[in-house]
């Protein structure tokens, strides 16, 4: 479970929500702005966080089921969740403890970094701005910038080619199980970190190559790996 990744690695293709950054009181709020239009009761952020992983319009089916169901509701559910989430996108989302710390050190090891994520690019573009993370990422690939989002292998093997890495010279760092399978379904190494967002499930359970406790730990390990090349 904790092996070290193999390498040597040429890119390293982070996940977005529930890795670099903690947008779950965000969506939260946006799901509770939603539910109070919709005339129904709000859910704690806690149960929110869980629907976390497969993008806005999958975490909203989740939400309205959780709350009585009504599928013919998704549209207009869907257009309040967007408005309040593009409002407030970055007010209390910040990256997670050693997050910044790791991002420099696999950039002066001169690792070329994407952001891959299942959010949509226009939620990701002005998040990633305001919480100083972008210049980090030569690529960023979002949900709707592919056919099919995680867990299937696209968005990491577009961000790959963008920074012309093989699949075996790109380390993925994820936190649930579509990072998991997408990266495996890549033929890309995947680390996972214990915090983030897992739709329920353990973190041992996730069937990843490694367990890092955070990206600034990650950025140490690949520095192991490397050297031991
Ligand atoms: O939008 C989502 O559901 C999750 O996005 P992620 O891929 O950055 O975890
Ligand atoms: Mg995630």
Not at 16 to 40: F, Y
Not at 161 to 166: E, F, H, S, T, V
Not at 173 to 200: F, K, Q, T, W
Request: hydrophobic share 50%; net charge negative.
């Amino acid at each position: 479970m904790s092996a070290a990744p193999r390498g040597p690695f040429r890119a390293v293709l982070i996940d977005l929500d529930g890795t670099l950054l903690d947008t779950g009181p965000d969506i939260a709020s946006a799901a509770n702005v939603m539910l109070a239009k919709l005339g129904r009761a709000p859910l704690p952020e806690a149960r929110v966080v869980e629907f976390v992983g497969k993008g806005i319009a999958n975490l909203v089916t989740r939400v309205l089921g959780e709350t009585g169901g009504e599928a013919g509701k998704h549209d207009a559910a869907l257009a309040h969740f967007e408005e309040a989430y593009l409002a407030h996108v970055a007010d209390r989302s910040r990256p997670y403890p050693g997050v910044v710390a790791g991002l420099e050190r696999f950039r002066a090891q001169g690792l070329r970094l994407a952001c891959v994520t299942n959010k949509a690019s226009r939620f990701t573009k002005p998040l990633l701005a305001a919480t100083g993370l972008a210049s980090y990422f030569e690529a960023v690939v979002c949900g709707d910038d592919v056919a099919r989002k995680k867990p299937e292998p696209d968005a990491f093997l577009l961000a790959a080619a963008r920074l012309g890495a093989a699949p075996a010279q790109s380390w993925v760092i994820g936190d649930s199980a579509n990072d998991v399978l997408a990266a495996h379904a890549a033929g890309m190494a995947v680390a996972v970190v214990p915090y983030g967002y897992r739709e329920g499930l353990a973190v041992e359970s996730l069937g990843a190559d490694a367990v890092v406790a955070s990206l600034e730990a990650a950025a140490g390990s690949i520095t192991m790996a490397s050297s031991l090349e």
